[in-house]
């Protein structure tokens, strides 16, 4: 039993050092935002970006424009208040990969407004 256990937490250790866990939950949130026609493809391609950002050494490709911000902070905001709520804004961070469950955002106790929203995204 502790055999597996030691495993189970080498295996998480290791997902962690290499934020796996970050990359399958940006690539599947690309997948389902974008819908492509041929998804291996797509996945394959995304992929490559980061490699040659990584290897050149240039910040990483940015895969939103403008009109995909403004989509998805619709989407958060169903009631159209014109904010969303601080958890529902970190989860859309954390969903793009730009910032981390351990991540410590200050919350100023008002909604996030689409400006503030597309200034972080």
């Given at each position: 039993?502790?055999?597996?256990?030691?495993r189970e937490l080498q295996?998480?250790?290791?997902?962690?050092?290499?934020r796996i866990m970050d990359?399958?939950?940006?690539?599947?949130?690309?997948l389902l935002f974008f819908r492509p026609e041929r998804p291996r493809e797509?996945?394959?391609?995304?992929l490559e970006r980061l490699r040659i950002a990584r290897l050149s050494g240039v910040?990483?490709?940015?895969?939103?424009d403008n009109s995909n911000i403004a989509?998805?902070?619709?989407m958060l905001d169903s009631s159209n208040k014109?904010?969303?709520s601080f958890v529902q804004y970190k989860e859309a961070l954390k969903t793009l990969g730009l910032c981390t469950a351990e991540e410590v955002l200050k919350d100023d106790g008002h909604g996030v407004t689409f400006e503030k929203f597309r200034n972080e995204v």
């Open positions: 039993m502790e055999a597996r256990s030691s295996a998480r250790n290791y997902l962690e050092k290499h990359l399958l939950t940006y690539l599947t949130s690309a797509y996945l394959i391609s995304i910040a990483l490709p940015f895969f939103m989509s998805m902070f619709e014109g904010s969303i």
